[in-house]
């Protein structure tokens, strides 16, 4: 057996690196002030967290409670704003601050009523001075609470992506996956998205549930195609510790079948959207080719420094990224919600992970290389003075003895499809050693 066939393709999904399990409590809580005084505060981004969920899905280990009781949402707000103006007044105004991009992700944002979402976007715009009109701005929605009410407020402050938690069309795999919801309820709901003319419609999928096949998966596209979306994204299930899946099934663990059901199904959708004019943009990631430009694609994640509010977002600078504590269990989320709003100092950071100059260019290498686009080895030499090559040979080699990294002779270093379809493979292989064994001694809770 070659090691290509002893890995299993799902081992994390590496949408952030380091992961919040590296993080650790900054025992001397650094001054924002200090912290963002060097920095580049020309081409920030912004993303406000908010932790509240109708459901919780079985699969989901995002950092979200289940409702929110009587005044909770107008306190988290009111954290909101508390914290906008410490992280704005760190900011200082030596040098102009422009945010470039702005996102409001959770949870679902849209738990909130209509007019908490004005406040929400006036807490963006007045406090941090994002210009919500002018910028990509992306909302995260669930089905339920894609209201009319909530979609025109968006809309008309700006909104340029809607994103909508599907997972499935089929009702009974929505049930397996633990997201009760009828398709009919799905179907109104991406009628409302639509009328509401925000530009880009994102859908969201999952495949290897239980009882879904490949001609029920097929359905599900072809259904989410009917909307025409300019963007779909493919997410493979997971079950992780502490979900409700995970309580259900226990801890997975290595499962061969399951892994080539995934793989099976993840191939299938993909020649499905590459027929119907969609563009691969990362293992998860697909395009409509003639979708209208988003602008955040001028955007480089590896490089640009990310302002993060709510309790469950995290900041970069070149230097640390920090956030709040974290957790996936119910009660531990409940109490750093409410911690978070009773919380009066916003000015330092409490916990996070130190970047140095090897991790800042792993983490380019590995956000780079997961991209269908690859990684522009100038861009890499310009940015560090070093050679991807150079500076991790061994790993790459790894990556091109299993076929998975194109010959790099062109000055791309880009991941063959068979190395794309292994992103959750190839991702965690380039983490450092140091990340590996934080996130090893992390304690679930
Ligand atoms: S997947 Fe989305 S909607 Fe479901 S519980 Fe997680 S954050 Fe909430």
């Known amino acids: 057996m070659t090691t290509a066939q002893q890995t299993s393709p799902y081992q994390h999904y590496v949408y952030a690196y380091p992961h919040k399990t590296a993080y650790r409590r900054l025992q001397d809580r650094p001054a924002l002030r200090e912290l963002w005084a060097a920095e580049d505060r020309g081409t920030l981004s912004l993303y406000v967290h908010i932790p509240f969920c109708e459901v919780r899905c079985g699969f989901c280990n995002l950092f979200t409670r289940i409702g929110a009781p009587d005044g909770l949402t107008g306190s988290y707000l009111d954290a909101l704003e508390r914290q906008a103006d410490a992280v704005r007044a760190a900011l200082g105004d030596a040098e102009p601050v422009r945010f470039a991009t702005a996102a409001f992700g959770g949870g679902t944002p849209t738990f909130l009523t209509a007019s908490e979402l004005e406040r929400l976007c006036d807490i963006a715009e007045r406090r941090m001075g994002a210009d919500l009109r002018a910028v990509p701005l992306s909302v995260e929605a669930s089905p339920a609470t894609a209201t009319a009410d909530r979609l025109a407020v968006l809309a008309e402050r700006g909104t340029t992506?809607?994103?909508?938690?599907?997972?499935?069309?089929?009702?009974?795999?929505?049930?397996?996956?633990?997201?009760?919801?009828?398709?009919?309820?799905?179907?109104?709901?991406?009628?409302?998205?639509?009328?509401?003319?925000?530009?880009?419609?994102?859908?969201?999928?999952?495949?290897?549930?239980?009882?879904?096949?490949?001609?029920?998966?097929?359905?599900?596209?072809?259904?989410?195609?009917?909307?025409?979306?300019?963007?779909?994204?493919?997410?493979?299930?997971?079950?992780?510790?502490?979900?409700?899946?995970?309580?259900?099934?226990?801890?997975?663990?290595?499962?061969?079948?399951?892994?080539?059901?995934?793989?099976?199904?993840?191939?299938?959708?993909?020649?499905?959207?590459?027929?119907?004019?969609?563009?691969?943009?990362?293992?998860?990631?697909?395009?409509?080719?003639?979708?209208?430009?988003?602008?955040?694609?001028?955007?480089?994640?590896?490089?640009?420094?990310?302002?993060?509010?709510?309790?469950?977002?995290?900041?970069?600078?070149?230097?640390?990224?920090?956030?709040?504590?974290?957790?996936?269990?119910?009660?531990?989320?409940?109490?750093?919600?409410?911690?978070?709003?009773?919380?009066?100092?916003?000015?330092?950071?409490?916990?996070?992970?130190?970047?140095?100059?090897?991790?800042?260019?792993?983490?380019?290498?590995?956000?780079?290389?997961?991209?269908?686009?690859?990684l522009s080895v100038a861009d890499y030499r310009a940015r560090f003075g070093s050679s991807p090559d150079g500076?991790?040979?061994?790993?790459?080699?790894?990556?091109?003895?299993?076929?998975?990294?194109?010959?790099?002779?062109?000055?791309?270093?880009?991941?063959?499809?068979?190395?794309?379809?292994?992103?959750?493979?190839?991702?965690?292989?380039?983490?450092?050693p140091e990340v590996r064994s934080a996130m090893a001694a992390y304690e679930r809770k």
């Open 161 to 374: 992506r809607l994103s909508l938690g599907v997972q499935s069309f089929v009702d009974s795999e929505a049930r397996a996956a633990v997201r009760p919801q009828r398709r009919a309820e799905v179907e109104a709901a991406l009628g409302r998205i639509r009328d509401a003319g925000v530009p880009v419609l994102n859908i969201d999928l999952i495949y290897g549930i239980d009882g879904q096949t490949e001609r029920t998966w097929r359905a599900s596209l072809d259904a989410a195609l009917a909307w025409r979306p300019e963007e779909l994204y493919l997410y493979p299930l997971y079950v992780r510790p502490l979900t409700g899946l995970g309580r259900h099934q226990g801890d997975a663990g290595a499962d061969p079948e399951w892994d080539t059901q995934r793989l099976r199904l993840y191939r299938a959708g993909r020649d499905h959207l590459l027929a119907r004019g969609y563009v691969q943009q990362s293992m998860r990631m697909f395009r409509r080719a003639d979708a209208p430009p988003q602008g955040a694609d001028d955007y480089a994640c590896q490089t640009d420094g990310m302002i993060g509010l709510g309790c469950g977002a995290r900041s970069y600078t070149s230097t640390l990224h920090y956030s709040f504590d974290y957790a996936v269990g119910m009660h531990e989320i409940r109490g750093i919600i409410d911690d978070y709003v009773t919380t009066a100092d916003f000015a330092h950071a409490e916990v996070g992970y130190r970047v140095d100059g090897h991790e800042a260019r792993r983490r380019h290498l590995l956000q780079s290389l997961l991209q269908a686009e690859g």
């Open 391 to 432: 500076d991790f040979g061994t790993e790459l080699d790894r990556l091109a003895g299993r076929g998975w990294l194109t010959d790099t002779s062109g000055g791309l270093l880009v991941l063959t499809p068979e190395g794309l379809a292994h992103s959750d493979a190839v991702g965690p292989e380039l983490f450092s």
